[in-house]
Structure formats: structure tokens, C-alpha cells
T-cell receptor
Framework: LAKTTQPISMDSYEGQEVNITCSHN???????ITWYQQFPSQGPRFIIQ???TKVTNEVASLFIPADRKSSTLSLPRVSLSDTAVYYCLVGGLLDRGSTLGRLYFGRGTQLTVWP | ETGVTQTPRHLVMGMTNKKSLKCEQHLGHNAMYWYKQSAKKPLELMFV???????ENNSVPSRFSPECPNSSHLFLHLHTLQPEDSALYLC??????????FGPGTRLTVL
């Protein structure tokens, strides 16, 4: 089971760049790395996914070193509305009849953005 | 709109009641999941269905009974729950375990 380790909490101010690092030492060859955002009393929302090197979309960037044992979610110029819990998840694709053993959200990182 | 809907959004029930939570996905996914999230705790994976077959049961008490009649619908039948079962119950779906799309959740209160 590729469990993940993240900081419990982080604080930032509006307009700053925030980097949240996740450790996943037991990541398997076919595992992807996915980050989710969750606001209180809502379901987690997909942010970004990657396998190696760097991925960028309209809201974030994901940096993955060559050994893939960690990953860093980068949020540029955060705002108050980015205050949420951020989860790092590693997992592979399912095939029919297989069992899932890699779905683990962990405690996530509570990001608080201050004015 | 993530394509995953859950009903009801809020539910209050007594310990002797029987109720069901419903989840429906319109994304053509083959895997569906039930999660429990208690206050200030991480998401706990409860059940996983892959192509309508249950592939994971994370030691969930028998008072929770899942049902997956097809790849688009997932139910969680509740029976004689305890107050500590009060939580946010989240449904998600994915294609072969890839990115999971979550529903808005059902806020359950057991009196």
C-alpha cells in the first residue's frame, strides 16, 4: 500500500506561491500521483495528476523527481478561497477482477491563506 | 457539476431506522466507492465496486450494506446505526481506478 506523508498544516498569505510536498516512498511502477482539494462538508475535487517530471494546468503545477518518491504541488499566487485541505493520493489503474489496495487519502494538508 | 450525484444531501435517523443512501454517476465509469468522513478525520474508504463486483470492504460493520446493481448506481443501506456513525458519506467514481470524481456527500446524523 503506497501510503503518503504530508505536512498537517501550512499557512500562507494572499498572493504568495505555496508548495506542498508529499512523500510516497513505496510508490509502484504503475502508480500515478493525484492531488485533490477539499472544502468543509464537500467532496474532494481533482486538482492535478502526473506520473513523472512536471505537469501544469490552469490552477496548479506538479513536480515529480526522477525517483518518484515524492511530489510537490505548487499553487501560484494563492487567494483566500484556496483555504482548504489538500490530499496527495497515489494509485494505479484497475483491471477487471483485481483488488484495490492503493487507495489511501491520508490526513491531507490544511492550507490556510491569510489576507 | 462533477457528474456524480448523491441523495439525500442530509439525513437524520434514529438508531432503529433503516435508510438508504443513493449515488449515481453519469460519467461512464466502471468503479464506484463509498467513503466515510468524520469530523476532523481523514477520508476512510469503506467499499469499492469494480465492474459491479465488490473488491474492497475495509472491515466495515455489517450495519452498513452496499449494493451496486449496475456501474452507474451505488447504494448504501443503513440499519440500526450508532451515534458514532454520524458523518459525511461520500460517493466517488472512476475509470479503472484513475482520477476519482466525488459527489457532494450525504450529511448523516444518527440520534
Amino acid at each position: 500500500l503506497a501510503k503518503t506523508t504530508q505536512p498537517i498544516s501550512m499557512d500562507s498569505y494572499e498572493g504568495q506561491e505555496v508548495n506542498i510536498t508529499c512523500s510516497h516512498n513505496n510508490i509502484a511502477t504503475n502508480d500515478y500521483i493525484t492531488w485533490y482539494q477539499q472544502f468543509p462538508s464537500q467532496g474532494p475535487r481533482f486538482i492535478i495528476q502526473g506520473y513523472k517530471t512536471k505537469v501544469t494546468n490552469e490552477v496548479a503545477s506538479l513536480f515529480i523527481p526522477a525517483d518518484r518518491k515524492s511530489s510537490t504541488l505548487s499553487l501560484p499566487r494563492v487567494s483566500l478561497s484556496d483555504t482548504a485541505v489538500y490530499y496527495c493520493l497515489v494509485g494505479g489503474l484497475l483491471d477487471r477482477g483485481s483488488t484495490l489496495g492503493r487507495l489511501y487519502f491520508g490526513r491531507g494538508t490544511q492550507l490556510t491563506v491569510w489576507p | 457539476e462533477t457528474g456524480v450525484t448523491q441523495t439525500p444531501r442530509h439525513l437524520v435517523m434514529g438508531m432503529t431506522n433503516k435508510k438508504s443512501l443513493k449515488c449515481e454517476q453519469h460519467l461512464g465509469h466502471n468503479a464506484m466507492y463509498w467513503y466515510k468522513q468524520s469530523a476532523k478525520k481523514p477520508l476512510e474508504l469503506m467499499f469499492v465496486y469494480n465492474f459491479k463486483e465488490q473488491t474492497e470492504n475495509n472491515s466495515v460493520p455489517s450495519r452498513f450494506s452496499p449494493e451496486c446493481p449496475n456501474s452507474s448506481h451505488l447504494f448504501l443501506h443503513l440499519h440500526t446505526l450508532q451515534p458514532e456513525d454520524s458523518a459525511l458519506y461520500l460517493c466517488a467514481s472512476s475509470f479503472r481506478g484513475d482520477t476519482q470524481y466525488f459527489g457532494p456527500g450525504t450529511r448523516l446524523t444518527v440520534l
